[in-house]
């Protein structure tokens, strides 16, 4: 069955109902907003149209193919790591819970508390019939009296709430603080700590926490960045919260403790935007020096053709051939490509 029909009268194109299977555009689209959806498709489609109609858009593809398959390597490693270990872990039925659930039992290995014990809790009862809530329960030390909840939760309608001013015999919402305050009941923990996604939380709640922020009496609201698989705000709270469990002094001024807590948040927040400048401009000078590389590779191959054009006053069909898609060069330009990551290693996060 045909899926597109031409409207010649009108001059438009109608696709009947058609299916897409490619993870790389399901991904793109899946992060737009329902309403953007089929503008970009349009876009898309325009932009694709006008590709296939450049001629000179397979030889440029040669004459660059060195180059392009040095940075369509590093998109396919960024591609692998923030879209494939999802899809992954949606195939095999599982979720960001079992990915948190992991990274904070490496860290807790990784800063020496081996006594610890971290339990996945979120498809199983609690204390409360029928109830799920707490995905993730902290022991410390494994002493069952200091235990912590955490929550994940991925939801952009959810608000930050509040404990003071609601209405208990009202209809209950959902809020970040309700959930908190439901996971501690439900996993017998003394505190909690919610888990949302830079990517998929609301403007309002992001405002509110700044990253982090501390509900007096119930534990720790954090914003982490799943898709750069950056977690330094939950790991700050889990060392906080282990602090408080093991300290035997109650905190009095709540805004003294809140204020640190926001510096300590704000100062994190500039470490990681100035790593990020450091390998935007990392990579940046990769490009410069890959781009110089390159150009001076070509300039000496022409200028090896015009010293022999000056001698024998032609240039050969092989040479404006091999001038015209580059071989010869491919070869080189690995090599160049390969010098250039010597002088400019990938900066690693430590």
Known sequence: MTIIKLDQANKAI????????HPLIFKYFDDLPEKQREDEFKRALQIGVIALMEDRFAAFLNRTEGELGTQLESLKLIYERNVKA???????????????????????ERVGHVDDEVQMTGTSVGAIKRNKTGDIVLTVNGDATKKIA??????????LGEIDGTDSLGRPRDTAISQMIESMANRDAQLAIIVFDQNRSSDGLKNSVNGISWVPGVGFVVIIDDGRMDYSNLFIAIDLSRSLLLSTLKIVDQ??????LGRLSNDLGSI???????????????????SIRKHALLVGFTQRILKDFISTGKVSNQELLQLYHGDGLKLQFTEISNEIEAIFPNLTNT
């Open 255 to 260: 805004d003294i403790f809140e204020s640190l």
């Open 14 to 21: 109608n696709i009947a109902k058609c299916s897409i299977e």
């Open 272 to 290: 990681l935007e100035t790593e990020k400048l450091l390998k935007e401009n990392h990579a940046n000078l990769k490009k410069i020096a890959t």
């Open 86 to 108: 999802k899809e992954k872990t949606a195939e095999s039925g599982t979720s960001a819970e079992t990915e948190i659930f992991k990274e904070i039992r490496t860290y807790l």
């Open 150 to 159: 955490v929550e994940i939760k991925f939801d952009q309608s959810l608000a």
